[in-house]
C-alpha cells in the first residue's frame, strides 16, 4: 500500500521538478570545486609521494622508504633552526597575546580621544606587504642601534602576531552582551574581577584561535625573519630556502611534508576550539 502511494505521488510531480532533481545530483558547481581543490592540493600530493622516494633525486621512483624522515631527527642544522623558529613563535606569541586582547577590550569598551584613527593605525600589518614591514623593521633597529639578533626577529613578530590576535578577539568581543560586566560591577565585583571572572573566559576560544593562527604564520614567515635576523638566528623557512637553491632534495619533502601536517593539525584544532566556544555559547 506504501508503494502505491509513492508511486502515485511521484506520478503527481510535475516532469519540470522531476528534471530539476535529477540535475541538482550533477551539479556543475560541485564539480568546479571538486576540480578547483584538486588543483590546489595536486602540488600536495606530489611532495608527499616523492618524500617517500628511494632515489636522492626527485626524477624518478626508485622504492618507498622512511629514510629521509629518519634522517631529519639527525641533522643538527635543521634542528637548531627548529628550534629558533619555535623560541620566536612562542615568545611572539605570548605577547601578542597578552597585548593584543587588552587592545581589543580597550578598543571595545573604552571610549578616548583618536579611537578611530588608532584602530586603524592597529590593523594595517594585516594589510602592508610584508616587504615593507621588514624593511621598516630594519631601518628602525638601525637607527636605534641594536644588533640583529633572534630576539629582533621575535620584536619583528610581535608587530604581526598582534594584530591578528587583536583582530580576532575583536570579531569574538563584539558580539558579546556587555551587561554581563555592568551586572557583576553592580554585584561588587572590582573591574579586575569582572575581567578577569566574566570577560576573559568569554574571550578565550578566540584568544587561542588568534594565538593558533599567530603561531602558524609565524612558523612560516621567512621575508621578515631574513631581514631581521643576525648571525647564527636562522628560522626554519631560512633554513629550507638555502638547502633548495642547489635544488630539491627528498629530505626537504619530508620536512615539509612535516611542517604542512603539522600546521593542519593546528589549524584543526583552532576550528574544534572555535566550535566548541561557539557551542557553550548557545547553550
Known amino acids: 500500500m506504501t508503494e502505491l502511494l509513492n508511486h502515485q505521488q511521484e506520478e503527481d510531480i510535475p516532469v519540470e521538478m522531476l528534471k530539476s532533481k535529477l540535475e541538482t545530483r550533477f551539479s556543475w558547481q560541485g564539480i568546479f570545486s571538486s576540480l578547483m581543490f584538486?588543483?590546489?592540493?595536486?602540488?600536495?600530493?606530489?611532495?608527499?609521494?616523492?618524500?617517500?622516494?628511494?632515489?636522492?633525486?626527485?626524477a624518478g621512483w626508485q622504492g618507498f622508504t622512511l629514510k629521509w624522515y629518519i634522517?631529519?631527527?639527525?641533522?643538527?642544522?635543521?634542528?637548531?633552526?627548529?628550534?629558533?623558529?619555535?623560541?620566536?613563535?612562542?615568545?611572539?606569541?605570548?605577547i601578542s597575546a597578552i597585548i593584543g586582547?587588552?587592545?581589543?577590550?580597550?578598543?571595545?569598551?573604552?571610549?578616548?580621544?583618536?579611537?578611530?584613527?588608532?584602530?586603524?593605525?592597529?590593523?594595517?600589518?594585516?594589510i602592508i606587504p610584508d616587504i615593507?614591514?621588514?624593511?621598516?623593521?630594519?631601518?628602525?633597529?638601525?637607527?636605534?642601534?641594536?644588533?640583529?639578533?633572534?630576539?629582533?626577529?621575535?620584536?619583528?613578530?610581535?608587530?604581526?602576531?598582534?594584530?591578528?590576535?587583536?583582530?580576532?578577539?575583536?570579531?569574538?568581543?563584539?558580539?558579546?552582551?556587555?551587561?554581563?560586566?555592568?551586572?557583576?560591577?553592580?554585584?561588587?565585583?572590582?573591574?579586575?574581577?569582572?575581567?578577569?571572572?566574566?570577560?576573559?573566559?568569554?574571550?578565550?576560544?578566540?584568544?587561542?584561535?588568534?594565538?593558533?593562527?599567530?603561531?602558524v604564520l609565524s612558523m612560516d614567515d621567512f621575508l621578515i625573519a631574513s631581514f631581521t635576523a643576525g648571525t647564527g638566528a636562522t628560522t626554519l623557512p631560512m633554513e629550507i630556502f638555502s638547502r633548495i637553491r642547489t635544488g630539491v632534495k627528498p629530505d626537504i619533502n619530508a620536512l615539509s611534508v612535516m611542517l604542512i601536517v603539522g600546521s593542519g593539525a593546528i589549524a584543526c584544532f583552532a576550528e574544534l576550539v572555535r566550535y566548541r566556544g561557539e557551542q557553550k555559547r548557545f547553550k
Open 38 to 58: 584538486f588543483y590546489m592540493y595536486l602540488p600536495i600530493l606530489v611532495l608527499t609521494f616523492y618524500s617517500f622516494n628511494q632515489s636522492a633525486y626527485s
Open 101 to 126: 586582547t587588552l587592545m581589543a577590550v580597550g578598543l571595545a569598551r573604552y571610549q578616548f580621544p583618536g579611537k578611530t584613527l588608532y584602530r586603524g593605525v592597529s590593523y594595517l600589518p594585516l
Open 132 to 215: 615593507a614591514i621588514a624593511v621598516a623593521t630594519l631601518v628602525f633597529l638601525a637607527v636605534i642601534g641594536t644588533p640583529l639578533s633572534l630576539w629582533t626577529i621575535v620584536a619583528a613578530h610581535v608587530v604581526f602576531c598582534l594584530a591578528y590576535i587583536a583582530f580576532v578577539v575583536s570579531s569574538r568581543i563584539s558580539t558579546l552582551d556587555p551587561h554581563l560586566e555592568e551586572a557583576a560591577l553592580d554585584l561588587g565585583a572590582t573591574p579586575l574581577q569582572a575581567f578577569i571572572k566574566i570577560l576573559l573566559p568569554e574571550l578565550m576560544p578566540a584568544i587561542i584561535a588568534g594565538c593558533l593562527i599567530s603561531f
Open 71 to 94: 634522517k631529519l631527527f639527525s641533522d643538527s642544522r635543521v634542528l637548531n633552526a627548529l628550534q629558533n623558529s619555535l623560541t620566536v613563535a612562542l615568545v611572539a606569541v605570548a
